[in-house]
Every structure is written in C-alpha cells, then in structure tokens.
C-alpha cells in the first residue's frame, strides 16, 4: 500500500495493537452508562465496558445497534469508566440508537486509527478549531491536554456553530474559559440578537473570522481542526500563511469512516486507506493526498 509513512515522524499506533485489523471483528457489549441531550440534533453517549478499553483522542470506533447495524463513531474523550461519543441523528442506525434507554446494551469494536499524536503538541502553544460537530473529536483531544495541563502553553480554542443553541458543551467550555484553563472564542451562522450571556460568541459569521485579531506565536503554535469539509477547504492553507508549519497543521477525515479495517476500501483516497493510516494527517500530508478534503 502507498502512502505515507504513519509512524515515521513519531505518530503514536492505535491503542490496543500496531495494526488496526488485531482489534477484533465481533463486538463486544458496552453498557450506555449516560446519555445527554446536547441540543435537538446530538446526544452525548457514555459508554462502559467490562474490560478495559482505551481509546485516544482522534480515533474511532463501530457501534452496533441491536437489530438495527453498525456506524462508525469519532469519540469525544474518555471518562472514569469508559468513553464517550457525540451523535448525531443522520440515518436509520442512528435513529435506533436515539431510542436506546440508560443501561441498554450495545456492540462495540475497536478502537480504529491513528489519532493525535500529543508528543507533537508538547511544550508548544494550541489552537483548536472546529465547526459544528466537528468539536466533538477535538473535545476529545482537549481531555487528553488537560490531563497533563503543565506540559502545554496557551490553548485557544475556536468553534462555529449554526446558532447559539447548537453550540455542543458550550456550558463546559465557558467554564474552562472563566478558570483561565483555555481561551474560548466562539462564532455562529445566525443570531438574530446576542444577550449578555453570548459574551464568548465573537462573531456573526465564519468560524475563520474568529482567526481575526488572535495574537499567535507560529514558531510555537500546532493546530488542530475538524469539521466540515467546507472548513478544511479554507482554513488549512490560512493556517499555514501565518506561519505553522505544515507538519503541525492536524486534521481529522473521520467523516470517510466505514467499516474501520479497510477492507471495504471505502476511505481510499490517493492509494491511502484513511481508517487505518489516519484518520489524522497533517497538512503536508494532505497536500499529497488530492480529493481528500
């Protein structure tokens, strides 16, 4: 297989094996510990297993509803006892699991991938930028910071949302702000009026508008960013023009996920299987990679 090589620059295997396809093909029972409302469209599912199951920030896994199928899931940081994943309800599969109960079972395989590598991001400034539900990854790989706050300079964190409402975990990164513990600059498609409690949404418009004004050390800085492909599309080379280099410019393609070992090839992107040598790339990657975003 051509492409470029994962574990050259220091890309850190997928927990749980060196090769995605050792992580077993029949799931295993995982408990829904926890399930909340984020807005109308997402839910937060914690998930518990019996066994131990670790998955970093950037990687994914399958889900299997009973009776319904299986979809593949970005999660969006571990717990005390397990994982959780953000979903949205797109399909038949996920409107199966938008029925599911507290304490109902489901499959779960994995995890797949390789996700981001932290030793990059160490003792080095952050910038995060997501659009919609693309925060969810990133949410995932703002726990692992702050797990070892110490070992990192600022952590700026941009994110667009439709509305105001839409805004995933928005009670959970504003109090993150007001510690001190991140900056937190957000932007939102419409917003017919702002309150007084709109005070971190900066801006009417695009998530990139939010780049206006931010003082950035580029010698200093690694990005991280997911949402739509629209965004990648913008915003990866305007990070670049500032400064970053390339190799610290991070992108997660989970949107191409599908059955997560690939076999059923329908991630391959210019001879490169996204599920098992991503889902994260650099940009100086990605350049190499036509049609990926």
Known sequence: MSGPNRHSRGARPPAGGS?????????IPATLVR??????????????????????????????????????????????????????????????????DEGMIVGLRGPFGNGFDLTRFAGRDVLLIAGGLGIAPLRGLLHALLEERERYGRIVLLYGARQPENILFREEFEELAANGTVELRFSVDFAPQLGEGDGYICSVGLVTELLQ???LAPDATTAAVCGPPSLYGCVLEQLASTGIDPDRIFATLERRMKCGTGQCCHCVCAGVTICRDGPVFCLTELRSMPGAI
Do not use: Y
């Open 19 to 27: 090769d995605p396809m050792s992580a077993s093909l029949v799931p």
């Open 35 to 100: 399930i909340l409302p984020e807005d109308p469209e997402n839910r937060l599912f914690e998930l518990q297993t019996t066994t131990p199951f670790h998955v970093g920030p950037g990687q994914f896994v399958e889900l299997t509803v009973p009776g319904s199928g299986e979809f593949p899931v970005s999660t969006a940081g571990e717990t005390a006892t397990g994982f959780a994943t953000c979903i949205r309800q797109s399909g038949r599969v996920t409107a199966a699991m938008f029925q599911l």
């Open 213 to 215: 004004g931010l003082q």
